[in-house]
Nanobody, 123 residues
């Protein structure tokens, strides 16, 4: 079993930045592909970014490319999402996700979810 705990969400002005963290426990962190999803009220939970178990490859949805950066620190069992140039369209609950022996790509591929952290961007 894997537990994921997000932190770092909050309220930020448009154009500002936040860094989300996801601390993991339960299994060897390096065995999991990690990712982030987000869900706005009344909308589906959508893919944002992912990083392979090796950390060698990253993937982003088009709307965040050039603004968001996903990274991982296996020594700390933590994955990060650095979010820059935030806009109101980024307002959502952000969920950390993990997949054993694979890459996080879709919600159906996720084995474990965090509880979510709220990100609100004011205009």
């Amino acid at each position: 079993q894997v537990q994921l705990v997000e932190s770092g969400g909050g309220l930020v002005q448009a154009g500002g930045s936040l860094r989300l963290s996801c601390a993991t426990s339960g299994r060897t962190f390096g065995s999991y592909g990690m990712g982030w999803f987000r869900q706005a009220p009344g909308k589906e939970r959508d893919f944002v970014a992912s990083i392979t178990w090796s950390g060698g490859n990253t993937y982003y949805t088009d709307s965040v490319k050039g603004r968001f950066t996903i990274s991982r620190d296996n020594a700390k069992n933590t994955v990060y999402l650095q979010m820059n140039s935030l806009g109101p369209e980024d307002t959502a609950i952000y969920y950390c996700a993990a997949r054993l022996r694979g890459t996080v790509a879709t919600a159906s591929s996720v084995n474990y979810w965090g509880q979510g952290t709220q990100v609100t961007v004011s205009s």
